[in-house]
């Protein structure tokens, strides 16, 4: 047998083979030349510091959430990214109580603030017998994050007001006294190259950035900053630079968890301080619809809507574990994190600019030689025996 048909025998044996050896080659040339962000170290990334949740309504004195309903009266307790709350029946009664968010989302055109420190820990023996002085070094920046809730009520004429004889009305249902329970899940959103022993994240301060008020008719038809929905609508926070207190558990105290993370700066952090969630809420002083009869004979009717939109601010807290000999001084260096933007697109486009700027033809060129040899004989084995065979041939002469 001829070295040309050995040669493209072998090819169609192993073309499976080879054009997986050739993508395999492809993603490990571009994940080691960075031009696609991995995150093979560190903490996972992503947008979202804190992951916030309906999950409870403090309504007429009772709890209602979705393990929780008083009598087993509600039509409607639907909890969680998004709210509908209905107390009573599903078409007379109280209107639906709804809320919905946008995810807190780092700002990345912020410059997070840095703080760092160390704490002597004293001298120790390592394992290995070397003795030396232990410090822990810690990393706190506070991020700053916007987050977007909307609440309104819907519901049937019959819930906008009960009305008498002669179409007078006599109710008008208010959630007046009503809280609403958001729970707060920490999200590692930020990573370290170098991986801290312990890493901490913690909402320091929520403060109400805007408000809008809006209405809805009868018709669904939207009236932005309508006049009527300052006797419709009164809350906890409705001004811009009020703070939502936040606590540790639903019904608690509230914690001023920013003056406390600061004041562990030059000293051991104390991890009770960090939870796997908190709570912060929403206090409804008036929440009610507008019910009216023109010339006693013309119902109408308006229901009242609020976008509240908020500064969060993050802290993250890295710990690290560092070993000096006697008398050597620490060095605090800043360990820094690292922040997904949320724009894939930009980040390859600058990781390509970036590589190509390093030299990274002249390794392209060296790999497209390779993946083009792979493929023809993957894909043409007949072309590379005759490639086989005329090298031979050369050889010979």
Same mark, same amino acid.
């Given at each position: *047998?001829?070295?040309?048909?050995?040669?493209?025998?072998?090819?169609?044996?192993?073309?499976?083979?080879?054009?997986?050896?050739?993508?395999?080659?492809?993603?490990?040339?571009?994940?080691? +030349?960075?031009?696609? &962000?991995? +995150?093979?170290?560190?903490?996972?990334?992503?947008?979202?510091? =804190?992951?916030?949740? !309906?999950?409870?309504?403090?309504?007429?004195?009772?709890?209602?959430?979705?393990?929780?309903?008083?009598?087993?009266?509600?039509?409607?307790?639907? !909890?969680?990214?998004? *709210?509908?709350?209905?107390?009573? /029946?599903?078409?007379?009664? %109280? &209107?639906?109580?709804?809320?919905?968010?946008?995810?807190?989302?780092?700002?990345?055109?912020?410059?997070?603030?840095?703080?760092?420190?160390?704490? /002597?820990?004293? #001298?120790?023996?390592?394992?290995?017998?070397?003795?030396?002085?232990?410090?822990?070094?810690?990393? *706190?920046?506070?991020?700053?994050?916007?987050?977007? #809730?909307?609440?309104?009520?819907?519901?049937?004429?019959?819930?906008?007001?009960?009305?008498?004889?002669?179409?007078?009305?006599?109710?008008?249902?208010?959630?007046?006294?009503?809280?609403?329970?958001?729970?707060?899940?920490?999200?590692?959103?930020?990573?370290?190259?170098?991986?801290?022993?312990?890493?901490?994240?913690? &909402?320091?301060?929520?403060? =109400?950035?805007?408000?809008?008020?809006?209405?809805?008719?009868?018709?669904?038809? *939207?009236i932005v900053n309508d006049p009527d929905a300052a006797s419709m609508i009164d809350l906890i926070p409705k001004a811009r630079g009020e703070t939502l207190g936040i606590y540790y558990a639903r019904g608690g105290a509230?914690?001023?968890?920013? /003056?406390?993370?600061?004041?562990?700066?030059?000293?051991?952090?104390?991890?009770?301080?960090?939870?796997?969630?908190?709570?912060?809420?929403?206090?409804?002083?008036?929440?009610?619809?507008?019910?009216?009869?023109?010339?006693?004979?013309?119902?109408?009717?308006?229901?009242?809507?609020?976008?509240?939109?908020?500064?969060? %601010? #993050?802290?993250?807290?890295?710990?690290?574990?560092?070993?000096?000999?006697?008398?050597?001084?620490?060095?605090?260096?800043?360990?820094?994190?690292?922040?997904?933007?949320?724009?894939?697109?930009?980040?390859?486009?600058?990781?390509?600019?970036?590589?190509?700027?390093?030299?990274?033809?002249? #390794?392209?060129?060296?790999?497209?030689?390779?993946?083009?040899?792979?493929?023809?004989?993957?894909?043409?084995?007949?072309?590379?025996?005759?490639?086989?065979?005329?090298?031979?041939?050369?050889?010979?002469?």
């Amino acid at each position: *047998m001829s070295l040309a048909d050995r040669v493209r025998g072998w090819a169609s044996e192993n073309r499976r083979w080879l054009v997986a050896v050739a993508l395999g080659l492809i993603l490990l040339y571009v994940w080691r +030349s960075g031009i696609i &962000p991995m +995150s093979e170290i560190g903490y996972l990334t992503g947008t979202q510091g =804190l992951q916030a949740e !309906f999950a409870a309504v403090y309504f007429n004195r009772s709890w209602y959430s979705a393990t929780e309903a008083p009598n087993g009266r509600a039509s409607k307790l639907s !909890f969680g990214y998004e *709210m509908v709350f209905d107390p009573d /029946d599903a078409f007379d009664g %109280y &209107p639906d109580l709804c809320a919905t968010q946008q995810p807190m989302l780092v700002d990345a055109d912020a410059q997070p603030t840095h703080y760092s420190w160390s704490v /002597d820990k004293g #001298v120790v023996t390592l394992p290995n017998g070397t003795v030396a002085r232990k410090y822990y070094q810690f990393e *706190m920046w506070r991020y700053r994050l916007t987050w977007r #809730v909307n609440i309104w009520l819907s519901g049937t004429e019959q819930e906008s007001a009960d009305w008498t004889v002669f179409n007078i009305i006599t109710n008008v249902p208010d959630y007046g006294g009503t809280q609403i329970w958001i729970r707060l899940v920490p999200k590692n959103f930020v990573y370290f190259k170098d991986n801290p022993d312990e890493l901490y994240i913690a &909402p320091a301060y929520i403060g =109400l950035n805007a408000i809008e008020y809006a209405t809805y008719d009868k018709n669904k038809q *939207m009236i932005v900053n309508d006049p009527d929905a300052a006797s419709m609508i009164d809350l906890i926070p409705k001004a811009r630079g009020e703070t939502l207190g936040i606590y540790y558990a639903r019904g608690g105290a509230p914690t001023n968890l920013e /003056d406390r993370l600061l004041s562990y700066r030059g000293v051991e952090l104390d991890p009770q301080v960090f939870r796997n969630e908190y709570w912060i809420k929403i206090e409804l002083l008036r929440f009610a619809p507008k019910s009216w009869f023109d010339y006693q004979i013309w119902h109408n009717w308006k229901y009242p809507s609020v976008q509240l939109e908020f500064t969060v %601010y #993050v802290f993250v807290v890295g710990r690290w574990t560092v070993y000096l000999r006697e008398g050597e001084v620490p060095s605090l260096e800043p360990h820094t994190p690292i922040t997904q933007t949320g724009n894939p697109i930009a980040d390859f486009f600058g990781g390509l600019a970036d590589w190509w700027a390093r030299g990274g033809w002249a #390794v392209t060129s060296l790999l497209l030689v390779l993946v083009g040899v792979i493929a023809v004989a993957a894909l043409a084995p007949g072309l590379l025996a005759a490639l086989a065979a005329g090298l031979a041939g050369r050889g010979r002469r």
